[in-house]
């Protein structure tokens, strides 16, 4: 069941339902208590400004500083929410640069 606190659950869920890892997440999540659930997320909003501040900081996405952000994004999915090595993170990497959406977010 899609989190109506994501305005792309519905999206997500019509697109990855039957992957492994939406199945792993879905699975996960549905475990965690709800100080769980928000230590996960924290983790990922976590993840996502280090991210944003490598960007507006300048850092070159090859600097160091950019790179630990990445890794800090790939470990939050990670331990979280499915199993993503480095080559799932790149695929993420990828799709977020082909949609629009996820530029704007991170602009």
Known sequence: MP???NPHAEEAEARWAETDAYKESERRLS??????KAMAFH???RATELVIEAKRSGHAPE???ARAA???CRLAIDEWFYPC???MHTKLADMYVADARFAEHYE
């Open 3 to 5: 989190d109506t606190h």
């Open 31 to 36: 475990r965690y208590t709800p100080e769980q």
């Open 43 to 45: 983790a990922q909003q």
């Open 63 to 65: 600097s160091d500083e």
């Open 70 to 72: 990445a890794e800090a």
């Open 85 to 87: 090595d480095t080559q």
